[in-house]
């Protein structure tokens, strides 16, 4: 296996199990709809971006998959950006180029 | 050629950061060169503070005795004067508004202000205004404790290092603070003093693309090949230095110190766009008990210019790799995802640990004269910019 393809694995599964955290965190545990977004958005930004940082890109997919459903609270990006006491803010620069890679530019 | 999504829609620009920093004395030049391409309005809150300080009972309002006055008062002044400037904000039809204000002094200890802290702006004061951009004006520590010392307000207040450093720190995060809450549509980044005039007003104005200048500082004494290729890059794009903060000599003095031993003071000489500068008898103690913060502001400032620039451009100059460079390559491409181009004037190619994380097609190397190569890459640049995928934001 190419290194690329075993780095996007590994970071695959660091990016689903941050979704299933944050989801758990923000109280959307049950909304499949939108853990099964997040998590397609963010595999396909990694298929297109081996490298990218998996913590960071699960808290940009996760916003972009939440933000038109009126269920993120400021509280809520609050949380996007503490989960886990682990302070990440790069998601917020991150975000709109997933999203525009999600809507195929 | 624009960046901006918003390039014809209203720009409320807050600039904000500690003070003596030499915001309000840089602003002079580029409001000026502005006023010849758009409609610019311009608002130093003091001065609305000082119009709106009689109405509370003060009639003279000053620099000296602004930290007389009790702080309610003086709160009310601040609030009256925010309030003034949103509204001529609002029925103005400039193009670009620029509000100028400190974000935060350090005062000494008295009265009303045990804390010895008070905000010159506050997160209600922005959500007010509502700027689309902010900019955190800095300079780097040694010129700005060298401006404290020279202020006849600031004597006896014995500002080390330490406080400018944290004083720095506490005006960034209370942009950072307000940016959270209005994420997406606030941006901001911080700017340092050192940049030429017209790199501001090209920032202000939003058309060109902006670039992050990535390039070894370390033990390196000549930078005039860097500030070629950055004059080459400016006629096209925002070039964003990072040793516009000359904080790098301060790690660097220190270290030296440290090798030598004995030493319980050392001066420091700066090469700035004007000259050199040589800050004298820095006591050692000093510098050791800022260190850490000034060591970690360097890596955190980086990587928030990085990830407020479209693109990152690594100018390879030395055939040995820089731990800086290479971290600013890594937090380009995995964290933020900025495509990154790459500079290297040899007749090799980079380590293929550095070629791991940078495209093949975007780096430029061979034995071609260096001034070949700068051009070429500008050339390259200017023809890729427009795919960069966060043009438009």
Redesign the interface.
Known sequence: MK?EEQIVRLSKDIVDKEIISISKAIDVEADRDIIEKAMKIATDFLNA?S???PI?LARASFYIAIKDSQRLT?EG??LL?HNNGKTN??W???????E??SRG? | MSCSENANEKKIILVTGPPGNGRDEYLKDPLSKLGHEVKVGYYHIFAYMQKAAPSHGVPNLTRENVFDIAKSTLERIRDSAFANVTDEIRKSNNQIEIISTPAVFRVTPWGDYLSGRVDGVTINHIKQLNPTNLIVFIDDLLRVREQMKKDPLREGMHLTLKDLADWRRSAIQIV?EY???K??TANWIIFAKEHPVDTFVDLLLGKKPRIYLSYHITAQQDFRDVQRFMSKLSSSFVCIDPYAIKDWDIVTAYDKALEHGEERQISIEVNYRNGPQVFSDIPLEEIENAIDLIRTQIVERDFVLI??VHATVVYHRSENPSYGVMAEVIHS?????RPVYVLYPFKTRPSPFFE??VKRENIIHGNKSIENLEDEMVERLKHYCETW??I??
Not at chain 1, 92 to 98: I, Y
Not at chain 2, 333 to 337: D, E, I
């Open positions: 290194i971006n490298l990218t940082e960071t400021q990006i609050k950006i803010r790069w917020m620069h991150l975000a709109p180029l997933v525009r890679h530019r | 950072q940016t959270d809450q994420f997406p990830a407020n491409v995995t964290t933020v995802s791991h994380f995928p966060t438009g934001f």
